[in-house]
C-alpha cells in the first residue's frame, strides 16, 4: 500500500489549496478513505472520511463548510478541498486507509496559513 500526498503550500488567512493523494497497491474503490492532520504539539486529528463509493463524507466540526472531501476512483485519488482557510488549520495533512485491519498512512502535506 502506497499513499503520497501533494498539493500543500503556504496560503493566505481566507485563501484556498487542493490537496491530492494517490493510492496504489490495494483495490482503492473498496475502501473509506480519510484526512487527518496534525498540528506542532498537537496529537493527530481526523479532518474528513469518504466511504468507499463517495455516497457518504463525514468532516471534524472544526472544518465544516469550508471543506470538501471527494475521490475519483478511476484515478485511485482523494483529495480535499479547503476552503476559507485559518490560521488554525496549519499542519501537516496526511491521507489514511484502514485495509485489513491495518492502518496506512501517507507521508504528509504541510499546510501553512499565514499572513
Known amino acids: 500500500v502506497q499513499l503520497v500526498e501533494s498539493g500543500g503550500g503556504l496560503v493566505h488567512p481566507g485563501g484556498s489549496l487542493r490537496l491530492s493523494c494517490a493510492a496504489s497497491g490495494f483495490t482503492f474503490s473498496s475502501y473509506a478513505m480519510s484526512w487527518y492532520r496534525q498540528a506542532p504539539g498537537k496529537e493527530r486529528e481526523l479532518v474528513a472520511t469518504i466511504t468507499s463509493h463517495g455516497g457518504t463524507t463525514h468532516y471534524a466540526d472544526s472544518v465544516k463548510g469550508r471543506f470538501t472531501i471527494s475521490r475519483d476512483n478511476a484515478k485511485n485519488t482523494v483529495y480535499l478541498q479547503m476552503n476559507s482557510l485559518k490560521p488554525e488549520d496549519t499542519a501537516v495533512y496526511y491521507c489514511?486507509?484502514?485495509?485489513?485491519?491495518?492502518?496506512?498512512w501517507g507521508q504528509g502535506t504541510q499546510v501553512t496559513v499565514s499572513s
Open positions: 489514511y486507509v484502514k485495509r485489513a485491519s491495518l492502518k496506512y
